[in-house]
């Protein structure tokens, strides 16, 4: 392995991957530029982690070609791809201390020993254990040992850094902390990562880009603005960030704006559609003001639930369009619960997706 | 790819050319065939053989490797050249055995008219150093081309490991045992026929159930499977109860538990049985005692049933035990914790999740009981009195005063068939689920003790067991010092000096008469021994870790050489090698392949139930980190095996210091075995010198185990194997 | 990885004495290869004494006869076997008629009739070295403690007093117990013979596998009676063992014991030389050194004064070429299944 910085792009052509009968992936194709964090996002079973194997070469695409870089590697043993992953369960060599664990994979390609132990330590160093050298995995905490599986996959200097669900056994404040030293690590090595979560706020905080999956495909690909702002389907909306997804009756569409109709209110939406279409209508909770209720002709509402959080107020309410979920930062005055209300929709901040 | 095939080409063109192609006289390593290589028609290599020696057939034969060599060199294209390797590597494989069976050592067997006329009729002997590098070089060779064309994940170590174990179980297993299968067809005439198998197969001596509804004994099969179900869930349990004495509690004695365990093992065939005559026979110190004091009947209630199922729990609890301890130790304690945390009390903690977790081990120690009970022959031999089983039927078969081969195929397969049913079993009753306790994430919880229920059981089951033993040990001591066990107790050394004495007179002689036996028994040992357990873990590797087509028959044969009563396997390696390409018979080499074949089993087993508990993001980590699946294998999962590699390296030297049944027909007169020579002096009635033997064979396998188990020792992944003290403040913990 | 070290040097340590005796072919020549079927020190003896006398170097190996003439027949393409030595003469003739042994020619003239008819209805192939006689023995000890009367016939053996006492070899796996069966075949006629077992079936407490067991048991006390050859019980008693041997009144039989060269032995003029040493008197005289006791075949030996004295016992006239053949034997071990019976 040589010395200089080398990332590499991942490209999918057509990547197929059955168990038998049972499908994994069907005809995935997809581009990551180099040094840019792309995160795979998705329920369990979509996929995402087969994607994140077959990158590491741990399992063998039934069809199509994977590259790296400019080699395909679709045929490429595991050992040979440049390529190194931190695991869920940290995988951690249990006999290993904890400089030999990070020492390992520079070992094996042949560094010198001294060689290895320095970039090991430096390794450690950047994670913040310096000085746990000699400790055994079952002698660190849970972080502890997630930072180790992450300095273990960094000294090696891949091409590309694949990290599945690296933060799922940690307790939530760990998490952010954790991920915040991932991504500078990143950012400083500017390292092609592929990280593998079903956390969408992790997603979110950590990614360049995010790939939506869904059934064995794509959903949708996009910086987590694009996907929170313009999500293309039902699914993503729901998925990412909260969203109260309500049907409506688009009347007819305009020079790309919709008009929209819902019960007490007729809106009008930006939409890429030219044609009438089924859609539904995406309001995001902080896209939605309160007032105190009045005669005016709207939307009305009651209030079921109130939760004071300090920095904002969390609504329920019960309307003539459904339930929905509202976040205010008027932090003035709170509505009690059983309280009417008039509810006011922001016009720009809305999206329609099909049903 | 490429360069992997390029080193095994080179290494089968030097095989050709520079190694003799035959068996040479004196042996390899005398070197005396170096001067002769090319122009002693005995020592000379492939080459020199077909161009000087009339053998043309072996030119023809080598053509192959003559052909992935320039295959290797004009070739760009790997996928191609893949794809030539494979099918031309196969042709040379494929060649080379038809050359060795169609010419034997007489001369052409079919084809007579292409080999008229000089060395063709003169016939060929059998595979020697040559023969056997250019065969290793073409199967490598094959599974590199393979592992070019996508299999195995491209992973030529794989896909290499995988071709060489096939091809010796292939040959080592199958060949052999399928010629005397066979038998089990052959009519009165040699003609083949299912008439006479079925006569056999369905013979009431096998199947009858008249024990059910009156006072006369069942056939021998069920007698068999009755005997194996009770030793193997005897056993489990025996053994179950001692991994828990040892690893959940803090039982003082745990070293001698762990000894005590272990001595059975080690006991040379027919001691064990003489020491319960002795003891519980009509005339044993037991009854005796029983009837002078308590009026008890003196009866021969040890000969049949009880007698066997004593002796066999005696003799396979530390099998059991070997694999469970492994297991035992092996239970996350976090998952014990985490039950604990869960409001479980410790019965629950062990009844829902440390017992679950053992399932593996539990039902692979059932499973050798299972198959050790099947295919024991001395116990039964000793003490089976009127209850007949099927191994010492097939024994007699084939020794007998009426000998009949095809009785005791027919006999084997009937047995087979058992040991296979046991095994589906285990299958289903294991299912898929997962046992993976050893993952990478550090675990430094402390394991559940016992409830005390539990606790109880357990020193109730064992601490009367462990006595029990002693007992029966210090019997078998006690009978090599005496002049005639079991009637002269006068105070003697005689057996040990005729036995073991060496003259120091002109420097040091081995006089005593067992010395020869001793050395070539240790020596051959100490071979099998590493190779049994490379081999079965390779094994026990490739089926848990990796897919391949064709996997379940694949594990079933490697079962197969251990299901099969050892007369049997004895007679099969007789059948199979005594004559040209592969000519064993006579040699140390076909002791050592009948240990390692045999006993890899018990290594698969074990390597199955360990590597079960080993996460595989362990082997994953290591693989995308760089190393290949070799390193990956020596650095990561050899060292957390410890426990399964040092069981395996214990059991397969200790079976094969002790197998009998197996040996009795490949010993020959310069390599003789202690076994076959204690059991002529048993049946010379001479039970002194046999019993100083077995003591002595006792004592050096105990030392080599302490030995091993020093130098391997155990894995280290928690810094002090601990275990909670049930104190009622649970903070002052170790 | 220490670990890893250490396991390394495990390995290796046992793997050095392995390449030196990798591939090592079988020696073939300048020696006799033999199967001694005999007692291990009555072999281990006469190998020595052949060996100082002839000079040929002898690579001797014990194995009972089943297990040699299974042996034999598995080796017979290719026999690794030049002699076999010693065992009762029924396996022997098994394997004379089986086509698995040659004829050695040596001179028989100074054996003795019983000796010589072997080697004739063998045509040569096997030729008779001693004389054992079946017996009864029973543990003296046991016997007085349980009150009962020491037999002296074979009739005796049907008494209801031994229910329980008696202990024999199963005729289907011992040679020996095939001889007692044929014994008393021949002693009482065929259906009277069979009530004679049939009747002494129901004292009987075991049929053993060998055909040693039971005297071995008796010697214990496991047993009070058992049947087999005389030479196994004197050697018995002789360790020390409470057994008294008894000469069935009616007339008892007895076997022949051989020696074969195997059909296409590599060393055959050693082999042949081992023939004619082993029925010489000289070296025939040495049985008693090594507790051998049975009669030897040279009419020039001493017999031993232990050895059953064959002048004074009513020996059957025991027809070998009759009870030898496998006709007669399936017949008789299939009508012993049917109307005595092992339990199983």
């Known amino acids: ?355 | 790819m490429r360069k992997t095939a390029i080193i095994w080409q080179i290494i089968g063109l030097l095989g050709a050319l520079l190694f003799p192609w035959y068996m040479v006289q004196g042996g390899f390593f005398s070197f005396s065939w170096v001067g002769g290589i090319f122009s002693d028609p005995k020592n000379a290599s492939a080459f020199a053989q077909g161009l000087f020696h009339q053998k043309w057939w072996l030119i023809t034969s080598l053509l192959p490797l003559v052909g992935t060599a320039l295959a290797l060199l004009f070739i760009k294209n790997t996928k191609l050249l893949a794809k030539f390797l494979v099918m031309i590597s196969i042709a040379g494989l494929v060649l080379i055995f038809a050359q060795g069976f169609i010419v034997s050592r007489t001369g052409a067997r079919i084809f007579a008219d292409l080999f008229v006329g000089g060395a063709g009729e003169a016939g060929q002997v059998g595979f020697g150093a040559g023969a056997f590098v250019v065969l290793f070089s073409q199967l490598f060779i094959l599974t590199t081309g393979f592992s070019g064309l996508g299999k195995g994940r491209g992973d030529a170590f794989i896909v290499g490991l995988i071709g060489l174990i096939v091809s010796l179980v292939g040959v080592f297993v199958f060949f052999p045992v399928s010629h005397i299968l066979i038998q089990a067809f052959e009519g009165p005439e040699g003609n083949l026929g299912l008439a006479e198998f079925f006569d056999n197969f369905t013979s009431s001596r096998i199947w009858g159930v008249r024990c059910l509804y009156e006072a006369n004994s069942c056939g021998t099969a069920w007698n068999s499977l009755f005997l194996a179900i009770m030793t193997g869930a005897g056993t489990t349990l025996l053994g179950l109860a001692f991994a828990l004495i040892a690893t959940r509690t803090n039982f003082r004695a745990k070293r001698l538990l762990r000894v005590l365990t272990i001595i059975p093992i080690i006991t040379p065939p027919f001691v064990i049985g003489l020491a319960l005559i002795l003891l519980f026979g009509r005339s044993g110190m037991v009854s005796e005692f029983l009837y002078d004091h308590f009026d008890v009947e003196k009866t021969r209630w040890l000969y049949g049933f009880w007698g066997i199922y004593i002796a066999q729990l005696l003799s396979f609890t530390p099998i059991a035990f070997l694999v469970l301890i492994g297991v035992v130790e092996g239970v996350s304690p976090s998952m014990e914790e985490a039950s604990q945390t869960l409001n479980g009390d410790r019965w629950q903690t062990f009844r829902f999740v440390s017992f679950p977790l053992m399932r593996p081990g539990l039902a692979n120690a059932f499973l050798l009981g299972f198959i050790e009970s099947m295919a024991d022959f001395g116990n039964p031999l000793v003490l089976g009195g009127n209850y007949s089983v099927l191994s010492t039927e097939i024994y007699f078969s084939i020794v007998g005063a009426v000998a009949n081969s095809g009785k005791a195929a027919t006999l084997a397969i009937v047995l087979l068939s058992m040991t296979l049913g046991a095994f589906l079993l285990q299958r289903m009753w294991l299912g898929k689920k997962s046992y993976a306790t050893v993952t990478g994430k550090g675990d430094s919880g402390q394991h559940a003790s016992l409830n005390p229920l539990l606790r109880g059981f357990c020193y109730a089951t064992t601490i009367p067991w462990a006595i029990f033993t002693v007992i029966v040990y210090s019997m078998i001591v006690f009978g090599s010092f005496v002049k005639l066990w079991g009637y002269d107790h006068s105070f003697t050394f005689a057996h040990y000096i005729r036995a073991f004495s060496i003259n120091f007179t002109d420097g040091i002689r081995f006089t005593g008469v067992a010395w020869d036996s001793y050395f070539t028994t240790l020596t051959i040992s100490s071979i099998a021994a590493p190779l049994t357990t490379i081999v079965g873990l390779a094994t026990a590797y490739l089926l848990v870790r990796q897919k391949f087509v064709g996997k379940q028959v694949f594990e079933f044969s490697t079962m197969l050489s251990f299901a099969i009563p050892g007369t049997v396997i004895g007679v099969s390696y007789i059948l199979a090698f005594n004559v040209p390409p592969i000519e064993l018979t006579g040699t140390s080499i076909i002791l050592i392949l009948v240990f390692v074949f045999r006993n890899m089993p018990v290594g698969v087993r074990g390597g199955i139930a360990a590597m079960s508990q080993l996460d595989k993001s362990l082997d994953e980590a290591s693989i995308t980190l760089g190393a290949n699946s070799f390193t990956t294998v020596r650095k990561i999962i050899v060292p957390l095996m410890g426990p399964a590699i040092l069981a395996a390296l214990t059991y397969s030297f200790v079976r094969a210091i002790t197998s009998v049944s197996a040996v009795i027909f490949l010993v020959s007169a310069k390599h003789n075995m202690a076994t076959s020579f204690i059991i002529g002096r048993v049946e010379n009635g001479e039970f002194g010198i046999a019993i100083a033997y077995s003591t002595v064979l006792i004592v050096t396998m105990l030392s080599v185990i302490l030995l091993l188990q020093f130098i391997i020792g155990k894995r280290r992944l928690r810094r002090e194997n601990r275990i909670q003290k049930h104190t009622k403040t649970k903070v002052a913990q170790a | 990885m220490k670990t890893g070290l250490k396991l390394g040097l495990a390995f290796s340590g046992m793997l050095v004495a392995f390449p030196a005796m990798f591939f090592a072919a079988p020696a073939l020549s300048d020696e006799l290869n033999m199967v001694c079927s005999n007692e291990q020190d009555w072999c281990d003896l006469m190998v020595a004494n052949f060996e100082a006398k002839t000079g040929i170097n002898v690579a001797m190996v014990r194995k009972s006869t089943g297990e040699t003439l299974a042996q034999v027949r598995a080796e017979s393409s290719n026999p690794k076997i030049d002699i076999w030595w010693g065992g009762t003469g029924d396996p022997h003739l098994v394997a004379a008629q089986e086509g698995l042994t040659q004829a050695s020619g040596v001179d028989t003239s100074e054996l003795q009739d019983w000796a010589v008819n072997l080697s004739n209805i063998s045509e040569g192939k096997t030729i008779g070295i001693h004389l054992g006689v079946l017996g009864v023995a029973y543990n003296t000890e046991v016997l007085a403690e349980k009150g009962l009367n020491p037999p002296a016939c074979w009739m005796d053996l049907t008494k209801a007093e031994y229910k329980g006492e008696i202990q024999v070899a199963n005729p289907n796996s011992s040679g020996t117990a095939y001889t007692e069966l044929a014994t008393i075949v021949q002693v009482f006629g065929e259906d009277e013979g069979f009530k004679i077992l049939k009747d002494i079936g129901e004292n009987i407490n075991q049929y053993t596998k060998s055909g040693s067991a039971p005297s071995k048991a008796a010697g214990r006390g496991e047993t009070t009676i058992s049947i087999g050859f005389q030479h196994d019980m004197i050697k018995l008693a002789i360790a020390g063992f409470p057994l008294a041997i008894v000469t069935p009144c009616e007339g008892t039989g007895y076997e022949v014991g051989g020696v074969s060269i195997i059909a296409g032995a590599k060393n055959f003029d050693s082999a042949k030389k081992w023939v004619e040493y082993v029925i010489s008197a000289e070296a025939q005289n040495h049985g008693p050194e090594v507790n051998v006791f049975n009669v030897p075949s040279n009419k020039n030996a001493t017999i031993p004064k232990e050895a059953p004295p064959i002048a004074s016992l009513k020996l059957i006239d025991y027809d070998f070429a009759t009870y030898g053949s496998s006709e007669t034997r399936e017949r008789l071990l299939a009508r012993w299944d049917a109307e005595v019976g092992d339990l199983n």
């Open chain 1, 1 to 355: 392995m040589s010395n200089n910085q080398i990332t590499g792009s991942v490209r999918f052509e057509n990547v197929v991957k059955n168990y038998g009968s049972v499908v994994a992936l069907k005809d995935l194709t997809l581009d990551i530029v180099p040094g840019e964090l792309v995160t795979l996002l998705g329920p369990s079973g979509c996929g995402k982690t087969t994607t994140l194997r077959l990158i590491a070469g741990l399992e063998a695409a039934t069809g199509g070609n994977i590259f790296i870089g400019n080699d395909n590697v679709t045929h490429l043993s595991a050992t040979y791809r440049n390529v190194s992953m931190v695991f869920q369960s940290y995988a951690l060599f249990p006999h290993m201390s904890v400089l030999d664990n990070v020492a390992y994979g520079l070992k094996v390609s042949s560094i010198p020993k001294k060689e290895a132990y320095d970039k090991a330590r430096d390794g450690l160093a950047m994670v913040g254990l310096k000085g746990y050298d000699e400790r055994l995995p079952s002698e660190l905490s849970g972080g502890q040992q997630q930072r180790v599986a992450v300095a273990r996959a960094v000294v090696l200097e891949p091409e590309v850094l694949l990290l599945d669900e690296p933060l799922s056994n940690l307790d939530a404040k760990l998490r952010r902390q954790v991920r915040e030293q991932i991504r500078q690590i990143q950012q400083r090595l500017s390292l092609t990562t592929v990280y593998v979560t079903h956390d969408q706020e992790e997603a979110m905080a950590v990614s360049d880009r995010i790939i939506v999956m869904k059934n064995a495909e794509i959903a949708q690909i996009g910086t987590p603005m694009d996907l929170y702002n313009t999500p293309n389907s039902k699914f993503i909306a729901d998925f990412i960030g909260d969203a109260n997804v309500i049907d409506c009756e688009v009347s007819a569409i305009k020079s790309g704006i919709a008009t929209v109709e819902i019960p007490g209110a007729k809106l009008k939406i930006l939409t890429n559609q030219t044609t009438n279409f089924n859609a539904s209508l995406v309001i995001r909770p902080q896209n939605v003001s309160l007032e105190q209720a009045s005669k005016k002709a709207g939307i009305k509402g009651t209030v079921t639930y109130a939760a004071y959080l300090g920095n904002q107020i969390q609504y329920t309410l019960d309307s003539a369009i459904g339930e929905l979920f509202v976040v205010d930062n008027n932090m003035a005055d709170m509505f009690k619960v059983g309280s009417d209300v008039d509810i006011i929709l922001n016009e720009k901040k809305l999206v329609l997706v099909s049903k």
